[in-house]
């Protein structure tokens, strides 16, 4: 996956969201690099994003959308622009 | 709604306060962060600070903190910073731990389940339908099942147990959720409808039985979950997709009113709802202006523009028939004020009697709330302000911060009583007896108020109302009663202390402790059951733990003769010495001389035990406590004192 730099809205999303600081948001962060995303905090993740950006993820794709650069494609394939 | 850059701003000053400790910025950052439409990851930051500030959150006036457990088979991990924000706006701070999803009998029932273990102030129990009736949608398959019924009371039986058990093993009061009626079934809506034994019909009547279920439970609220789903839509209550997949219950766009609706009852069990509702006249009792459109002119009745005063006059009329005290604060001439009452009565939904109290004059509003707070010994938190002048609600708001303040929407006069059910105000579990006569004692008051200004002297006065009292056992008060009296009794209270249902049952178990009510009339009438006590004697020395008493009924000897009857009964146990405590708050000074007034000596209580209570002694032997002579003493003494002590009686032996 390419490396694009982090849109600041979805950032910011997922700084609140995941209790970091918004620079430790990059698309390489995912469910493996950091401890404190379990499968709550996945939840959480994904309920913000989908009512911030008004779409849904399919709940068979939802597991797997575990890094920010899923679900930045996940969110560009539902045509939601960054 | 705030913008972006206003949200970032709240961020910033919420921030700033945690780490600078300030829990009332945080507070004042957190209110206006949270607003109806805020974002989910502000609610998330503000739960967060809230946990981090716990510590000092703890300290805010009014502000009650709660070890909460919650029993659960769904997942509501994603709405417990919703919950956590809401009730903290409420002055609840909720300190969470969470049961197993799929453990909750075991959690409420094991001697080392999560209850146990987590020995909460407070346990919610939410559970999903599937879990307690999950052969109920098969059985009303037909929609004629005649097994229906059985698996109903089945299910009712299987909580109740487990409600019963965690009430006798736990000091939580408890909230049980109920559950969300489907809104579809295989037999389709017009089968649902028309079916005697449909599901819709199966889980409504477990709701109900549900629901009284509780009511017989001490300290234990009946959450009604299928109200607030229909209220907001059932089809989008839950998003089927997510609770499928993850169990979650509730649709990411309800969590905000599921977590409010969820607080208010909470709420309910902890916090005394408020006593008197404040109105103003024109544009809110009626429609337009009595002094300038006449008694004729001013619009109510049974027909519309008359219609949404007119029903505003019914509601208060229904509250005022559970115990709310209705006052008129109004700027007008009271003698139009009672023509209109008289000239319009076919048009008005009540009637200037079924007032408490009138404030028709010229003064501030302020001034006349705070005469009405001292002539009806309320304090000024117990009060609800209803206007439709925005200069005179905020004067309100400025100058008695305590009161309620709502403000009529005077362009739509009809949505006002929308805007009052979204009040807790007046929100109460049990409805007692004293509530319902609240009205008829206030008004017997004044009458006595007159009495006492003619009469020659003081003995004389006491002598001719006629006093009786009744000793029975907090038990009995009825309970309900008794818990509201040790919840809202704040002036002539000795100690303060806010027992729960089951603290009082502990007292009245226990045979060397006393937990007494009396109950007071007169020639005027029946005040009920104004006062309590609390006792419990150990060897030679009876400890007086509470003492209670409804400021409507001070300085009548009544005080004196509680005190008399627990120092009889300690005597009786074997006491010679009585020991009385009073722990000072901000409203109990009227309470602070009654122990030296009746003789007991101060007491230098035990040094390496740090308390703010002032302790005091009386020897039984010279000095046994004896009622007023203008007070009759009513019933059976020795079932008296068998009934507030658990000693089984002598008639009954």
């Known amino acids: 996956m390419t490396s694009q730099p982090v849109p600041e809205s979805l950032r910011s999303l997922l700084a609140d969201t995941l209790d970091i600081p918004s620079a430790e948001v990059t698309p390489e962060l995912s469910t493996q690099t ?19 950006y008004g779409v849904q993820f399919d709940p068979q794709r939802i597991p797997d959308l575990t890094s920010v650069a899923k679900l930045q494609a996940a969110l560009a394939e539902k045509g939601v622009a960054l | 709604m705030l913008d972006d850059a206003q949200r970032q701003e709240l961020k910033r000053s919420l921030q700033a306060a945690t780490a600078a400790n300030d829990a009332s910025a945080a507070l004042a950052a957190m209110r206006a962060l949270l607003e109806p439409d805020c974002k989910p990851s502000d609610v998330q930051i503000c739960a967060r600070a809230a946990t981090t500030l716990a510590g000092s959150l703890k300290q805010q006036p009014g502000m009650q903190s709660l070890r909460t457990f919650l029993v659960r088979s769904v997942t509501i991990e994603p709405i417990l910073p919703y919950l956590q924000t809401a009730a903290l706006l409420s002055g609840l701070l909720l300190e969470t731990s969470l049961g197993g999803f799929g453990s909750y009998v075991d959690d409420l029932l094991s001697p080392q389940g999560g209850l146990a273990s987590a020995n909460p102030d407070l346990l919610l129990v939410l559970l999903d339908l599937d879990d307690v009736a999950g052969r109920l949608p098969d059985l009303c398959a037909d929609g004629v099942g005649s097994a229906v019924d059985a698996e109903v009371a089945s299910s009712v039986q299987h909580l109740a147990h487990l409600l019963r058990s965690a009430r006798a093993n736990s000091r939580a009061r408890i909230v049980m959720q109920g559950f969300v009626v489907p809104h579809s079934s295989s037999l389709g809506p017009v089968g649902d409808a028309n079916l005697p034994h449909s599901l819709p019909r199966a889980v409504a009547s477990l709701n109900a039985q549900l629901a009284q279920i509780c009511a017989s439970i001490s300290d234990c609220a009946f959450f009604d979950l299928d109200a607030l789903a229909a209220h907001h839509g059932r089809a989008r209550w839950t998003d089927q997709r997510l609770f499928l997949s993850s169990r979650l219950p509730v649709a990411a766009l309800n969590f905000a009113p599921y977590a409010n609706a969820l607080t208010r009852t909470i709420r309910a069990l902890y916090k005394p709802a408020r006593k008197v509702l404040c109105t103003d006249l024109d544009h809110t009792m009626w429609g ?41 604060v109004s700027k007008n001439n009271e003698a139009d004020v009672r023509e209109a009452f008289t000239a319009r009565a076919a048009d008005l939904a009540l009637t200037l009697d079924d007032f408490a ?76 007896a004293d509530d319902q006569h609240r009205l008829t004692e206030y008004k017997a008051q004044a009458q006595r108020a007159t009495l006492e200004a003619t009469a020659g002297d003081r003995d004389e006065f006491l002598a001719s109302l006629g006093i009786v009292c009744t000793f029975a056992s907090a038990l009995d008060g009825p309970l309900a009663r008794s818990v509201q009296l040790l919840g809202k009794t704040n002036q002539f209270n000795l100690t303060t202390r806010r027992y729960s249902a089951a603290d009082v049952e502990a007292f009245s178990a226990d045979p060397a402790a006393q937990a007494v009510v009396v109950r007071v009339r007169d020639r005027f009438g029946d005040a009920g059951v104004v006062g ?84 005091f002694k009386l020897d039984l032997n010279t000095h046994l406590p004896a009622t007023p002579p203008w007070i009759t003493l009513e019933g059976s003494t020795t079932d008296d004192l068998a009934a507030s002590s658990g000693i089984p009686s002598l008639a009954s032996r």
């Open chain 2, 288 to 328: 337009g202006v009595l002094g300038e459109d006449g008694v004729q002119g001013i619009v109510t009745g049974a027909t519309f523009p008359g219609t949404p005063f007119f029903l505003y006059q019914r509601h208060l009329k229904q509250l005022a028939s559970r115990g709310i005290l209705l006052a008129a």
């Open chain 1, 34 to 52: 950091l401890e404190s995303w379990d499968s709550f905090t996945h939840l959480q993740v994904i309920l913000a994003l989908e009512g911030e």
């Open chain 2, 532 to 615: 309590l006590a609390l006792a419990r004697t150990e060897g030679a020395t009876c400890t007086i733990d509470s003492l209670l008493l409804s400021c409507r009924v001070i300085g009548r000897g009544i005080e004196t003769a509680l005190l008399a009857h627990l120092a009889q009964h300690a005597a009786h146990l074997g006491a010679t010495r009585l020991i009385g405590e009073f722990l000072p708050s901000k409203k109990n000074a009227p309470a602070a001389s009654f122990y030296p007034d009746h003789g007991f000596t101060s007491f230098p209580h035990d040094p390496t035990e740090p308390s703010e209570s002032l302790f």
């Open chain 2, 357 to 432: 109290a009138l404030k028709i004059n010229w003064n501030e509003k302020s001034q006349s709330i705070r005469e009405l707070a001292q002539e009806l010994s309320l304090g000024l938190d117990s009060f609800v302000f209803i206007d439709d002048n925005p200069v005179e609600a905020e004067a309100i708001r400025q100058r008695l911060p305590e009161v309620a303040v709502l403000e009529v929407p005077v362009a739509e006069p009809w949505r006002l009583l929308d805007l009052l059910a979204d009040e807790p105000f007046f929100d109460v579990l049990r409805v007692t």
